[in-house]
């Protein structure tokens, strides 16, 4: 049986409903759990995007290929990592062409 049996009822915008269930999104937990903790100025951690997992094995392979490569394909490897770490990042919006989003 749940502990939590009182409800609040909260008015917002429809463009402040869809940050809220984006943020609580990004932490793992449900839209209640996220305004809850929110609420009771609790800790809310973000869950990193598992894009961010494969970037970092791309730079454990990048070093240890290291001594390996040529300047230029460290370079190219390097600047890709960059690119795809920006459009995690900052991911663009469709139509928008030069990244400002």
Sequence with gaps: MRNRTIG???RVNENEKKK????AKKSGLSLSAYLRKSGLKQ?????PDEN???????????????????????????TKMQSDFLDIYAPKEVGDDNGDN
């Design 8 to 10: 609040i009822n909260v």
């Design 20 to 23: 809220l269930k984006r943020n």
């Design 43 to 47: 800790e809310i951690y973000a869950i």
């Design 52 to 78: 961010y997992y494969k970037i970092y094995g791309k730079i454990v392979e990048l070093k240890n290929e290291f001594p390996y490569l040529k300047d230029e394909e460290i370079k190219e490897r390097i």
